[in-house]
């Protein structure tokens, strides 16, 4: 059995699909409960592959060979977490197209075990890719935040906002787009009600 959790920005992330594939075959597909939790039962002597992904974010793979000696048995547990990340117009996610774990049966250990080279040789080019990604979409927040603060002094608030609501679904935990968008709410509040 495998049991997983999805998370971005280092929380649960509910409602993301994950789907179990065998070979490229996919075979399963469950929503990630309310605690961004999931788990598949996986036969023996086979290779599967374990996809997380939901819409406006990069979907993550994890590879599981179940391939065991004939002389084993029993029931193994397997735990990971796969976190989700935001996508950015402009990076490159290519390196996501891998597996970023490949767990199989080691024998000496008698367990379910991440394969330590393979996770290495990827860590480089995901942590490369991430700080692509975070710059991707700290500019794009920037921008937005700056669209909205010019298109507020112009006036236009209704575009000011839309600005404003742009930058928030970027970072929803900053707060500064929310209370840019109070600021023009109250202001036009105010217009209307001395008018």
Do not use: H
């Not at 996501?96 to 394969?115: A, C, G, M, Q, Y």
Request: charged share 30%; with cysteine; net charge negative.
């Amino acid at each position: 059995e495998v049991r997983g959790i999805s998370e971005q920005d280092m929380e649960p992330l509910p409602n993301a699909t994950a789907n179990l594939y065998e070979g490229s075959t996919k075979v399963k597909s469950v929503q990630t409960g309310s605690d961004g939790t999931f788990s598949f039962r996986l036969e023996m002597n086979k290779q599967y592959v374990v996809e997380i992904e939901k819409n406006g974010l990069i979907s993550k793979r994890i590879s599981f060979n179940t391939t065991i000696p004939d002389e084993e048995t029993g029931t193994w547990m397997n735990e990971f977490s796969m976190g989700l990340i935001r996508k950015c117009s402009g990076v490159d996610y290519s390196v996501l197209n891998d597996p970023v774990d490949k767990v199989s049966f080691d024998p000496k250990r008698r367990e379910f075990i991440s394969d330590k080279n393979y996770v290495s040789g990827m860590r480089p080019r995901i942590e490369n890719m991430m700080i692509k990604n975070d710059q991707c979409l700290l500019s794009s927040y920037e921008s937005a935040v700056k669209k909205g603060d010019q298109l507020a002094a112009q006036k236009k608030f209704d575009e000011a906002i839309a600005a404003y609501k742009e930058a928030d679904a970027i970072f929803p935990t900053e707060t500064l787009p929310d209370k840019k968008i109070a600021e023009i709410n109250s202001l036009v509040n105010k217009q209307q009600n001395s008018a």
